[in-house]
């Protein structure tokens, strides 16, 4: 799913893209300019996506005050507080979001009248020109903020006819003592002066109040729109409340300056929609992942090592967060691992890459570790033992190669497959798990992709989604720590389930140097509060903890 925003100083529109359906929904406007974080979380608190968040694949915020990194990131923190590390998060600037509304891929002049005002030159998908819009204290030109003050100021000024200012204060309850209050001692004075405007469409049939919006138009062409090289010759949209709702005055003053205004929307949440799900067709016709888009960070090679620790352990957090998201379907998996391992069973991993070196490292853990046979968790990767080194061209592109590896150790209903592969798409891993299943064995698989090809051919997908990588593609980061911590919870909690662990001790770790005899030692002494000495003595004459610890209960 897509989740896209439109956020203005006043309301915020978003759209849930859920394959062919779209839930829509609506807050108040974020604007980390004028909103604290805490406001900012309040609003997002109250968005219902309507289903499980780790559905959200990308975040596409375009909203009023981010046109700097410092806000951005101040909107991304709020998102990921609400959402999680695993969506891919994008703040731009509500502009971009208007040109590329009204223009998707083409080139033209993008305009904003809606609280507050904007525009750029947008040409080749980018903003390539723009007049700074400076808020309404400074600038604003044509905005409702704009409007709204040049009502106050011909009402309270006697700019306007007696007639006509007493009938909009008797009617609107506009005295001079609440507007001070509203502007000068409550917050989001821009709010409340933008929604003056509904005076000025209400009256706009008198000539007097539509001069007021014309010449706040007139200011905007003449402080905007003609500030762009051969603005005469491009194609001119609107967006916005304001340009909509008085868009005959609007084209009437474009008219005079002899230009055409293509389109006038009130919102671009629309035509975002349009363009994000041309860009969602154009990513999965190329079968882009997760774990292959483009890192959040630019220039790596520029960041102090300082920087670049802190930012590679800032997307390790997310790993934790994904990881624990899926807990359910790894304890299904485990669930269906024990009885079937109590049957003679079997467990293999199946990989390619670092993704095949991790199974076979946490395979060759477990023996020496809870003291169980070499054959009951076992390790497979694609191109075998010399590609644990060495990577072996193509051995991963062989759908039944995996099937074909598998074949000495004789599978049989009792085992259990579980693909590894942070793509999804691996077919050395796909073919073993459907080749597996043919025959009846249980097939699971980690994968940090959602809804991928492996993940539909098994029983238990287990999907971490990690998001982009630090350094782009690079799975043995964040999408290879998920994996090795899921490995460690499946083999760690089926070998305590069955017996391989007594209270918190590894009582069948085999002997196999000094260190853990040493180790074995301490754990018979804090059991049955022997020396050290006695311990190792035992020990050594058993074999085991676990065999000194039930002889000695005898």
């Known amino acids: 799913m897509i989740l896209i925003a439109d956020s203005g100083s006043t309301k915020t529109d978003w759209r849930l893209i859920d394959g062919a359906q779209m839930h829509s929904m609506s807050t108040q406007g974020i604007n980390p300019y004028h909103s604290t974080k805490e406001e900012i979380a309040a609003e997002l608190d109250k968005l219902d996506v309507a289903g499980d968040d780790r559905s959200i694949l990308e975040i596409h915020f375009y909203g009023s005050g981010v046109a700097n990194e410092a806000m951005k990131d101040v909107l991304r923190k709020c998102l990921r507080r609400r959402f999680g590390e695993h969506p891919i998060i994008q703040v731009e600037d509500d502009l971009l979001g208007v040109a590329r509304a009204l223009f998707q891929k ?16 947008y040409h080749d998908g980018k903003i390539a020109d723009k007049v700074p819009a ?72 008198h000539k007097e109040i539509r001069e007021i919006v014309s ?29 909509y709702h008085f868009r005959d005055v609007l084209k009437g003053v474009l008219q005079q ?30 079968a882009e992942s997760i774990t292959e888009s483009s890192s959040r960070y630019e220039n790596l090679e520029g960041m102090s090592v300082m920087e670049l620790l802190e930012n590679i352990n800032r997307e390790d957090s997310a790993v934790h967060t994904a990881v624990q998201s899926i807990i359910p379907q790894i304890e299904k998996l485990v669930e269906g691992i024990i009885p079937r391992i109590m049957k003679g ?44 080194r060495k990577a072996v061209e193509s051995a991963e592109d062989d759908i039944h190669g995996a099937w074909h590896d598998l074949a000495k150790f004789k599978p049989g209903k009792n085992d259990i497959i579980v693909g590894i592969a942070a793509s999804g798409r691996t077919p050395y891993v796909i073919g073993a798990v459907k080749d597996g299943r043919k025959e009846g064995l249980l097939t699971a698989c980690i994968t940090n992709n959602p809804n991928s090809k492996l993940a539909r051919s098994v029983e238990v997908p287990l999907e971490a989604l990690v998001g982009p990588e630090f350094v782009t593609g690079s799975t043995r980061m964040k999408a290879g720590t998920a994996q090795k911590l899921i490995l460690n919870m499946i083999t760690t909690s089926t070998m305590i389930k069955l017996g391989r662990v007594k209270g918190n001790k590894m009582v069948d770790m085999q002997l196999t140097n000094q260190k853990l005899v040493e180790r074995g030692s301490r754990m018979i002494s804090d059991e049955l509060g022997l020396d050290l000495e006695e311990s190792q003595r035992l020990l050594l004459l058993h074999g085991s903890v676990r065999n000194v610890l039930e002889n000695f209960a005898l």
């Open 215 to 243: 010449r706040a138009f007139e200011d905007f062409f003449e402080k905007n729109i003609s500030k762009y090289s051969d603005f005469e010759t491009y194609e001119i949209g609107f967006a916005g409340s304001v340009a």
């Open 345 to 388: 069973g079997r467990l293999f991993y199946v990989g390619a890459g670092t993704s095949g070196r991790l199974g076979i490292l946490d395979a060759s853990e477990i023996p020496p570790t809870f003291g169980v046979p070499y054959d009951i968790v076992i390790g497979i990767i694609a191109g075998g033992d010399k590609a644990i």
């Open 134 to 205: 400076l808020g309404y204290s400074l600038g604003d030109e044509g905005s409702g903020t704009d409007i709204g003050k040049r009502l106050v100021n011909a009402l309270h000024k006697r700019n306007l006819s007696d007639t006509l200012r007493e009938k909009i204060i008797s009617e609107e309850g506009l005295s001079m003592d609440q507007i001070l209050e509203n502007v000068y001692k409550k917050p989001h004075a821009n709010r409340y002066l933008a929604s003056l405007t509904k005076i000025a469409g209400k009256h706009i049939a």
């Open 257 to 286: 300056h002899n230009l055409t205004c293509s389109q006038i929307i009130a919102s671009p949440i629309d035509g975002l929609v349009k363009y994000h799900k041309q860009n969602l067709i154009k990513k999965q016709s190329s």
């Open 106 to 121: 083409e080139n033209g002049i993008a305009c904003i009248l809606g609280t507050g005002s904007n525009s750029c030159f």
